[in-house]
């Protein structure tokens, strides 16, 4: 057997020399004085060679180690080199299967039954929060301790909501990466417990009738620019999500005859696409695809007045530098804020508005009531005959719903020329 000081003092010469340990191992020095160990052995009738590597950085110990493993692999009918090199694929294959790039790829499994604004959410914020965490990082080499540190630093921000968001999302690309057999496990998973807890509360919103009004009035005598006003006096006409009104277009909008400011509209509807509204495909389903947002007199005088600032662009509500673009989602928020309602009525909270006071005064559509705020019903079957039957009836309760909140407020056209003094 060899010792670790016959394996130093080895000398170059001016052929290969073979210096025997047992079983097989030996140290193969070069002419040029390389030291590399071997293994000597024979499968299916065959010798055959397998290298360990250079010495010393596989030490006599490690090379006796891999010798015997080798040994334990012929035992078991199995030609230790052909395992080496599937193991050395595995490995190569473990060091590309990236985060990112599985992520990548659930993502666009997925997205086809997601909304288009659903599947934006999750990729921008697996982009922001979680590729330059961990996006570089073999899947298989990614373990709890490195999850639970990036979704700290989310909490930290804080953003506790989005960082439980984000577990989920990398959690779902673990169970994706389990089914390939990319991963053998989910290290996103035991975490969930380890977060900081969620109190979740309503969206602040006033629902007293004449406050709401107050509420439109004093944001409207802001110093703010005139599509974000507009915008914040359809969101209350309409009871839609902030985010379904900031993405609105032009050709969304059925039965206004743009080119004549004077033509009387016919059956005005806004349509919102499945596509743009919340949850998945597959739930919006129940209610038969899109959203269908009866105009009142009151809304179909907003995007008149809009369509003279912005009739030439794609969309309504702009962004104030990139007129492809929707408006700031903050911006709505932003002018309740100046007019000083923070934390006391937030731009969602006039769904709240909306069905508080309708609730109150026309309880027997309830149900219609709901539909119009696009809540899902259980009966698909009723919610799609309810969608089509009670269009008529959704849009006397929008007509009435304008004529309360948007009592005593002046016309649009002269919200846009600036504030009230």
């Not at 666009?108 to 961990?134: C, Q, Y």
């Not at 903050?330 to 309602?341: F, P, V």
Request: charged share 30%; with cysteine; glycine share 6%.
């Amino acid at each position: 057997m060899l010792s670790d000081t016959q394996c130093r003092r080895a000398k170059a010469i001016d052929k290969p020399v073979k210096l025997s340990d047992e079983k097989g191992l030996y140290l193969f020095v070069t002419p040029a004085g390389g030291r590399i160990w071997r293994l000597k052995y024979r499968f299916a009738g065959k010798e055959k060679k397998l290298v360990f590597g250079p010495y010393p950085e596989v030490s006599l110990a490690e090379a006796r180690d891999l010798r015997d493993e080798a040994r334990r692999l012929l035992r078991d009918h199995h030609d230790p080199a052909v395992t080496k090199k599937a193991a050395l694929v595995t490995s190569r294959a473990d060091n590309a299967n990236t985060f990112e790039l599985i992520a990548t790829q659930w993502h666009a499994l997925n997205k086809g039954m997601w909304a288009t604004r659903h599947a934006e959410d999750v990729i921008h914020s697996l982009k922001r929060d979680v590729f330059p965490a961990i996006g570089a990082l073999p899947i298989r080499d990614i373990k709890t301790p490195k999850v639970l540190e990036l979704l700290r630093a989310i909490e930290a921000r804080p953003a506790i909501e989005t960082a439980k968001r984000v577990r989920q999302r990398i959690s779902a690309v673990f169970v994706y990466a389990i089914g390939e057999g990319i991963a053998d496990d989910d290290p996103a998973a035991v975490v969930k417990s380890a977060l900081k807890p969620l109190h979740r509360g309503k969206q602040p919103a006033i629902t007293d009738l004449v406050k709401a009004r107050k509420v439109l009035a004093d944001a409207e005598a802001e110093d703010a620019h005139p599509v974000t006003k507009l915008a914040l006096r359809l969101l209350a006409l309409t009871a839609v999500r902030p985010g379904e009104l900031r993405g609105a277009r032009w050709d969304e909008i059925e039965g206004i005859d743009w080119s004549d400011p004077a033509a009387q509209p016919v059956e005005p509807l806004w349509r919102i696409p499945a596509a743009r509204m919340k949850g998945r495909l597959t739930r919006k389903e129940e209610v038969g695809g899109d959203h269908l947002v009866p105009l009142s007199r009151q809304a179909i005088d907003v995007l008149r007045t809009a369509y003279s600032l912005s009739g030439r662009g794609p969309l309504p509500f702009p962004n104030a530098r990139h007129s492809h673009r929707p408006m700031s989602e903050n911006a709505i928020g932003y002018l309740l804020n100046r007019a000083g309602y923070h934390h006391r009525h937030v731009p969602h909270g006039w769904r709240a508005t909306f069905s508080t006071i309708m609730n109150e005064r026309f309880k027997a559509d309830h149900d219609i009531i709901e539909l119009m705020l696009a809540h899902v019903a259980q009966n698909k079957v009723k919610a799609a005959y309810d969608r089509a039957a009670h269009l008529d009836r959704r849009r006397e309760l929008a007509q009435l719903w304008a004529d309360l909140i948007a009592d005593g407020l002046r016309p649009a056209a002269e919200v846009i020329i600036g504030p009230r003094r």
